[in-house]
């Protein structure tokens, strides 16, 4: 089946740090893929996606490749503000009929210290 | 404000008694579904919905019953829960189970106890 395995956390940086937080999957179909932002009290929200490979998702400084050869999609930021502190799942969606849309990672957590 | 919205916000019960989630979004979506969220194991789909009348399992289904009469609402139903139902639940939903690149919005969540 399909599965998203994210670098486990907590992740601590300092304010204007570089991010990384890892993501790879396994499918059996070509997916779409896509990170999810949680902050705290609040449900998730949708930050960036990629539907075929090379893409690039963007959104709010945050960007993530598709990458099929590697079957990975990272989350990147180049410098990280203390309002970025929130939990991040990476997910997909496999386009082969399944009707059950997201599978999610375990999250990764983030905190950033002013 | 097209939103999803979920009731109660905390909840904390006894095991044996049952309980209702309620789930209700204003953006006319056809499909929407329910997750629960574990420490250390994301979320896990527990049941979704195509449209009125169209429900099916997700990964984690025992324990939960859900109902789709109307379009706008999806309640979560444990007739007898237990403890090992205590965790944070959120209802989602979108405009339909198609398009891969569809997005789900998300209730604020529901933290349930079962003591």
Same mark, same amino acid.
């Given at each position: 089946g399909d599965s998203v395995t994210q670098m486990e956390?907590?992740?601590?940086? &300092?304010e204007e740090a570089f991010l990384t937080i890892n993501c790879t999957y396994t499918a059996t179909g070509y997916p779409s893929l896509f990170w999810y932002v949680q902050y705290p009290g609040e449900g998730l929200q949708l930050l960036l996606k990629a539907?075929?490979?090379?893409?690039?998702? &963007?959104?709010?400084?945050?960007?993530?490749?598709y990458r099929k050869e590697t079957t990975s999609f990272h989350l990147e930021k180049g410098s990280v503000q203390v309002s970025d502190s929130a939990v991040y799942f990476c997910a997909l969606r496999d386009r082969s009929g399944s009707a059950r849309q997201l599978t999610f990672g375990s999250g990764t957590q983030l905190t950033v210290l002013p | 404000e097209a939103q999803v919205t979920q009731n109660p916000r905390y909840l904390i019960t006894v095991t044996g008694k049952k309980l209702t989630v309620t789930c209700s979004q204003n953006m006319n979506h056809e499909y929407m579904s329910w997750y629960r969220q574990d420490p250390g194991l994301g979320?896990?789909?527990? /049941? /979704?919905?195509m449209n009125v009348e169209v429900t099916d399992k997700g990964d984690v289904p025992e324990g939960y019953k859900v109902s789709r009469k109307e379009k706008r609402n999806f309640p979560l139903i444990l007739e007898s829960p237990s403890p090992n139902q205590t965790s944070l639940y959120f209802c989602a939903s979108s405009f339909g +189970? +198609?398009?891969s690149n569809e997005k789900l919005f998300f209730g604020s969540g529901t933290q349930l106890s079962v003591l």
């Open positions: 956390g907590p992740v601590t940086l &300092s539907t075929k490979a090379d893409d690039k998702g &963007s959104n709010k400084g945050f960007e993530a490749t | 979320l896990r789909q527990i /049941y /979704y919905s +189970g +198609g398009p």
